[in-house]
DNA sequence: GTCTTGACTAAGC
DNA sequence: GGCTTAGCCAAGA
């Protein structure tokens, strides 16, 4: 359900850890949305780096290669990042409540 | 079994 | 915005 969650991100647009959680149907499982993605090998046409954390920011080491593999994915889509952030107001998925109702309701694709 | 870890978060300063 | 502190809960050890 997770990864199915992942996979349903649009692209150019960023979900945050609680968000795919919640989308996947399981609520306050931020840490188990990072536990499956850690897991999981490279995802081939899975859509990863388009988690991010809470804070708008990645949660890799500023620095490390994870953090640089990541954002360069983010960017190479459109995603600007300021002061190593992005604006979740405008890059953020699902943008508002009503639209994770649907999402939820609807059958998954 | 328990104890620790961690690609997390909301809340309070 | 940043930093701390409490919760959180599945995996690992």
């Given at each position: 359900m997770i990864l199915a969650a992942v996979r349903r991100i649009p692209r150019g647009k960023v979900c945050t850890y609680g968000n795919v959680a919640e989308v996947a149907g399981l609520p306050r499982r931020a840490r188990l949305v990072g536990t499956v993605l850690r897991q999981t090998p490279a995802g081939r046409g899975l859509p990863w780096y388009r988690v991010i954390n809470a804070g708008g920011r990645i949660s890799f080491p500023v620095g490390s290669d994870a953090y640089a593999r990541q954002r360069h994915k983010l960017e190479a889509e459109g995603?600007?990042?300021?002061?190593?952030?992005?604006?979740?107001?405008?890059?953020?998925?699902?943008?508002?409540?009503?639209?994770?109702?649907?999402?939820?309701?609807?059958?998954?694709?």
């Amino acid at each position: 359900m997770i990864l199915a969650a992942v996979r349903r991100i649009p692209r150019g647009k960023v979900c945050t850890y609680g968000n795919v959680a919640e989308v996947a149907g399981l609520p306050r499982r931020a840490r188990l949305v990072g536990t499956v993605l850690r897991q999981t090998p490279a995802g081939r046409g899975l859509p990863w780096y388009r988690v991010i954390n809470a804070g708008g920011r990645i949660s890799f080491p500023v620095g490390s290669d994870a953090y640089a593999r990541q954002r360069h994915k983010l960017e190479a889509e459109g995603v600007v990042f300021v002061g190593g952030r992005v604006d979740l107001r405008r890059y953020g998925w699902p943008q508002h409540e009503e639209r994770l109702d649907e999402l939820l309701w609807a059958p998954r694709s």
